[in-house]
């Protein structure tokens, strides 16, 4: 896809995105240069479904070189942690959004075994073919509002070398008895919970102003340490998981598990509206127990929607929510999937995504998210969201930009008085920038021996 000009609402968002950052300081500003350039590298993400330097370099038609891109994201001294924050300020600001919900949740992305130079890339299960791949883990922390879902923040997480090489010896020495020293924590390696409660205190700081109703988190993050400071960060907010089967609790003067508890239970069958959209019928039940492992009591339901064999613990640490309520926001979670979803396919992340260092893994993710931000100002979904209407997908809208910068690209080709000369101008520049690189699929060139009998050697066969 050939890029011409940035979009207006492109260039519209990032001098708002500028408007805001010089509320964190004068001399945080951007220049007319640098906004012009993350202007464009948006604008390439949009059209080429890839953060990839050199096919920014090749779609712009050399209108930005691929040392250029590569100096702004690597080398330059552009504060991204203000581009990100700033970002999530204006949409807020644009659609007047003075509540939400949080919900912290990983990804993981498969990277080549030989990977050397990528940052925080380690070995992971594969989810997909239950084997071990190499991989980068990334923990996102999404706001879902009545109106809009953005992406507010993110960190990569790496588990600590020390303490993973003493569980392979651990497991390695259960067989003789002696195990080794358990090794201290590592600070600088933090897990996913803990990277989820410095997301939500940085979400704390940079937007004081939002009421938040709840945090959503998966069953990774049901554990007493997240559900007792989370609630602490934002004061005694609800905090909604999802415990496994096995967990035991307080019954009588003894323990159960909350199966086998709800097992000798009723539940009852009724509908359920699932994201404030359609209902369906799922058979509930609800107590408010004492959790063994979290020491406190939850509002702990037992879930299983029509047609599924399986049941779900959904847990609320706040007891004055009803189990309708609490229901109802434990169906947003689907929300974190299809936000990951739209990442990987449509916002640069899923191939050519080479990024090399630290800063080079922080600083093309950013350009990622601001993307997300910007579709959300699309002349279009503004005005189906003003208007209280279903709003556009990633797909639909990145779908229909690529077909109005074609459009765009050809008209100007059209009007242009002196067609001949362009044409050729354009031509040497199509060359100049497709540069033909050597394939080694193909044998023409290379001495490949003789391989055929050798005459001299016919008596040793007879």
Same mark, same amino acid.
């Given at each position: 896809?050939?890029?011409?000009?940035?979009?207006?609402?492109?260039?519209?968002?990032?001098?708002?995105?500028?408007?805001?950052?010089?509320?964190?300081?004068?001399?945080?500003?951007?220049?007319?240069?640098?906004?012009? $350039?993350?202007?464009?590298?948006?604008?390439?993400?949009?059209?080429?479904?890839?953060?990839?330097?050199?096919?920014?370099?090749?779609?712009?038609?050399?209108?930005?070189?691929?040392?250029?891109?590569?100096?702004?994201?690597?080398?330059?001294?552009?504060?991204?942690?203000?581009?990100?924050?700033?970002?999530?300020?204006?949409?807020?600001?644009?659609?007047?959004?003075?509540?939400?919900?949080?919900?912290? /949740?990983?990804?993981?992305?498969? $990277?080549?075994?030989?990977?050397?130079?990528?940052?925080?890339?380690?070995?992971?299960?594969?989810?997909?073919?239950?084997?071990?791949?190499?991989?980068?883990?990334?923990?996102?922390?999404?706001?879902?509002?009545?109106?809009?879902?953005? +992406?507010?923040?993110?960190?990569?997480?790496? +588990?600590?070398?020390?303490?993973?090489?003493?569980?392979?010896?651990?497991?390695?020495?259960?067989?003789?008895?002696?195990?080794?020293?358990?090794?201290?924590?590592?600070?600088?390696?933090?897990?996913?919970?803990?990277?989820?409660?410095?997301?939500?205190?940085?979400?704390?700081?940079?937007?004081?102003?939002?009421?938040?109703?709840?945090?959503?988190?998966?069953?990774?993050?049901?554990? +007493?340490?997240?559900?007792?400071?989370?609630?602490?960060?934002?004061?005694?907010?609800?905090?909604?998981?999802?415990?496994?089967?096995?967990?035991?609790? $307080?019954?009588?003067?003894?323990?159960?598990?909350?199966? /086998?508890?709800?097992?000798?239970?009723?539940?009852?069958?009724?509908?359920?509206?699932?994201?404030?959209?359609?209902?369906?019928?799922?058979?509930?039940?609800?107590?408010?127990?004492?959790?063994?492992?979290?020491?406190?009591?939850?509002?702990?339901?037992?879930?299983?929607?029509?047609?599924?064999?399986?049941?779900?613990?959904?847990?609320?640490?706040?007891?004055?929510?009803?189990?309708?309520?609490?229901?109802?926001?434990?169906?947003?979670?689907?929300?974190?999937?299809?936000?990951?979803?739209?990442?990987?396919?449509?916002?640069?992340?899923?191939?050519?995504?080479?990024?090399?260092?630290?800063?080079?893994?922080?600083?093309?993710?950013?350009?990622?998210?601001?993307?997300?931000?910007?579709?959300?100002?699309?002349?279009?979904? $503004?005005?189906?969201?003003?208007?209280?209407?279903?709003?556009?997908?990633?797909?639909?809208?990145?779908?229909?930009?690529?077909?109005?910068?074609?459009?765009?690209?050809? @008209?100007?080709?059209?009007?242009?008085?002196?067609?001949?000369?362009?044409?050729?101008?354009? @031509?040497?520049?199509?060359?100049?920038?497709?540069?033909?690189? +050597? @394939?080694?699929?193909?044998?023409?060139?290379?001495?490949?021996?003789?391989?055929?009998?050798?005459?001299?050697?016919?008596?040793?066969?007879?």
């Amino acid at each position: 896809m050939l890029i011409g000009e940035p979009f207006p609402f492109i260039t519209e968002f990032v001098e708002s995105i500028n408007d805001a950052i010089k509320e964190y300081g004068e001399n945080q500003r951007l220049s007319s240069t640098r906004r012009y $350039r993350i202007s464009f590298c948006i604008m390439a993400i949009i059209m080429t479904d890839t953060v990839c330097r050199a096919t920014s370099e090749r779609a712009g038609l050399g209108r930005y070189a691929l040392a250029a891109l590569s100096w702004m994201l690597r080398r330059s001294n552009i504060r991204w942690e203000f581009l990100l924050c700033s970002g999530v300020s204006h949409i807020l600001k644009s659609y007047g959004i003075t509540e939400g919900t949080l919900a912290p /949740d990983d990804s993981e992305k498969k $990277r080549s075994e030989n990977t050397k130079q990528i940052s925080e890339v380690r070995k992971m299960k594969d989810k997909k073919t239950d084997g071990y791949i190499m991989g980068q883990s990334t923990v996102f922390l999404i706001l879902i509002t009545p109106i809009v879902t953005v +992406p507010v923040g993110f960190m990569f997480q790496m +588990p600590d070398p020390e303490l993973t090489q003493w569980n392979m010896m651990k497991k390695k020495s259960e067989k003789s008895g002696c195990c080794p020293k358990k090794p201290p924590k590592n600070p600088a390696y933090p897990t996913e919970q803990e990277i989820a409660l410095i997301l939500l205190k940085r979400f704390r700081v940079c937007h004081p102003t939002i009421r938040l109703q709840c945090v959503l988190a998966d069953n990774l993050y049901c554990c +007493p340490a997240f559900f007792g400071k989370a609630t602490g960060i934002f004061g005694k907010i609800q905090v909604i998981s999802q415990i496994k089967c096995n967990q035991n609790i $307080r019954y009588r003067n003894g323990k159960k598990c909350v199966k /086998d508890f709800f097992s000798s239970c009723s539940c009852v069958s009724q509908k359920i509206s699932i994201r404030g959209g359609g209902e369906v019928t799922a058979l509930i039940g609800s107590a408010r127990l004492h959790v063994c492992s979290h020491r406190t009591g939850l509002s702990v339901i037992a879930l299983r929607y029509e047609g599924e064999e399986d049941v779900r613990y959904p847990a609320a640490s706040d007891l004055t929510w009803r189990t309708e309520d609490i229901v109802r926001a434990y169906t947003l979670r689907w929300l974190i999937g299809v936000f990951i979803h739209d990442r990987k396919s449509y916002e640069g992340r899923s191939t050519l995504t080479k990024q090399r260092g630290d800063e080079g893994s922080e600083r093309t993710l950013i350009p990622s998210l601001l993307t997300d931000h910007c579709l959300l100002l699309h002349p279009g979904q $503004r005005c189906r969201m003003n208007n209280r209407l279903p709003a556009i997908t990633v797909g639909s809208l990145i779908g229909k930009s690529k077909a109005e910068c074609l459009f765009v690209f050809i @008209s100007k080709l059209m009007s242009d008085e002196d067609d001949k000369n362009k044409l050729d101008e354009l @031509s040497d520049t199509v060359n100049k920038i497709f540069r033909m690189s +050597p @394939s080694e699929k193909h044998m023409v060139g290379r001495y490949l021996g003789n391989p055929a009998p050798s005459p001299s050697l016919k008596y040793k066969a007879a």
